[in-house]
């Protein structure tokens, strides 16, 4: 269909001779594209136009062909002006699927494929297009390619990385549901209750897969599932840099703050830490953080 109306707007361009239309349309197309209405239904009359103009002028398959391209690429790319962009990768298939289908269609009869490459062949052969080789093989070629070239070797400038402190200073007191809590000194109470202390790791592991894993791991390694979403991931609590280097007042202070929390010592910090003072109670996070310690096989750092 696109071929058809482009043969079509050729021969109609073919046979009016006057310059007078042609500068018409390609001076109404101009405006159209310097005219704040360009992406709508005009911007596409006028690359018709454009193409109608390269075709009659030249009369040659070649020019259909690459009309059409540009034409079927500015199309996609046109519909970010009403729908979120296409990836490039489908952009790129499409063009692709385009370029050899209509080399096909080309290539059908064998009068339609010598006119096709027609244009090439006459700018390499041909005496009087001596200037316009050197400009197209000699210039315009090489200035692609070191272009091309220069785009995909260029380094990508990031800004430097921020600095940051991994275990930041806590505060010397907290507030947690209205009561305080005095940081410094402060002992895992459930930790004392040897009797029940089983118990209460069991329940803390409960608290954990239902609260933690997703993000620091069914193992307590730093990797679950959405780990990788993050900048910086989250820590494991695995090793000795993490969780046995704290006291346990220092990860219930994270643990119930999260990233709301942070000292001014702590910035730049990206961190994603919710709050869990919000979703569980005092004891809920001390259970936690007894089965973290217990699953690793750390010992929490005194004062």
């Not at 009869?109 to 197209?136: C, N």
């Not at 007191?173 to 002992?187: A, K, P, S, V, Y």
């Not at 919000?278 to 004062?303: C, S, V």
């Amino acid at each position: 269909r696109y071929a058809s109306t482009i043969v079509a707007w050729t021969e109609k361009m073919a046979r009016s001779r006057s310059l007078r239309s042609v500068s018409g349309r390609l001076s109404r197309c101009v405006s159209i594209f310097t005219s704040s209405s360009f992406g709508n239904g005009s911007s596409w009359a006028c690359a018709r136009t454009v193409i109608a103009v390269a075709s009659s002028l030249k009369k040659s398959p070649f020019f259909n062909f690459v009309g059409i391209l540009l034409l079927i690429y500015g199309g996609l790319k046109s519909l970010s002006f009403v729908m979120p962009p296409l990836p490039g990768q489908v952009i790129d298939m499409f063009m692709i699927m385009a370029f050899f289908s209509f080399i096909i269609y080309f290539s059908i009869e064998d009068d339609t494929l010598k006119a096709f490459f027609e244009p090439m062949r006459s700018v390499l052969a041909d005496d009087d297009k001596k200037i316009l080789r050197i400009a197209i093989v000699y210039i315009a070629i090489p200035l692609l390619a070191g272009y091309l070239t220069y785009v995909k070797v260029m380094p990508a400038f990031e800004p430097p990385i921020s600095a940051r402190i991994t275990h930041p200073e806590p505060p010397s007191e907290i507030d947690f549901r209205g009561n305080t809590i005095n940081i410094l000194g402060l002992e895992n109470p459930l930790r004392k209750d040897a009797t029940n202390l089983s118990k209460f790791t069991e329940e803390g592991k409960v608290i954990y897969f239902q609260n933690c894993f997703i993000c620091h791991g069914a193992d307590l390694d730093g990797r679950g599932n959405f780990a990788q979403a993050f900048n910086p991931p989250p820590p494991p609590f695995r090793g000795t840099d993490t969780i046995a280097q704290l006291p346990e007042s220092y990860v219930f202070w994270r643990v119930a703050k999260g990233w709301r929390g942070l000292s001014a010592g702590a910035t730049p910090w990206d961190s994603a830490m919710p709050v869990f003072e919000e979703m569980l109670t005092e004891d809920q996070i001390w259970k936690t953080i007894l089965y973290m310690y217990d699953a690793t096989g750390n010992k929490p750092r005194t004062w």
